[in-house]
């Protein structure tokens, strides 16, 4: 179980790659962000971006999401939440059939002062394309205990493991 103190300004981490699905594109954006460009390629036409249809970047913010609680699972930390996630950009289209992988490094942490036993983690976090192209950047701050105990033991939070 990782805690706060584990956690060193720097650390990196790759994780990946998840593949975008046409199917899951497109029933994602048909219930989230039906957008023409994201439900066909006859609704990208002539799109000025793009060169077809193209994923949600609100999928590509759930397909991130789901690498880093893949990864909580097989290395367990001890988190109790985020208070959110800051800078989202998309910097290039995703496609159906891109391989995504995230990059993920500890740009800062700091002690709660009115939580003893809790800290913050920042991280950058950097997405990019089977090609190596960034696609989406963005930041967050995670709640992490500074014991592995604290959270089932304080206040019944449940932590990834």
Known sequence: ???FRDFEIGDRERLGPVIVHRHEAIEFARRYDPQPFHLSDKGAEGHPFFAGIVASGWLTCA???RLLVDEMRENPVASVGTPGVDRIRWR????????????????????LKSRPHVGLVHKRLRTTNQDRRLVMTSET???VALDSAFPERRHGYLYAG
């Open 1 to 3: 179980m990782r805690t």
């Open 92 to 111: 290039f289209p995703v496609y159906p059939g891109d391989a995504l992988s995230l990059e993920t490094e500890v740009t800062g942490k700091r002690l």
């Open 63 to 65: 397909l991130m999401m």
């Open 141 to 143: 701050w995670e709640f």
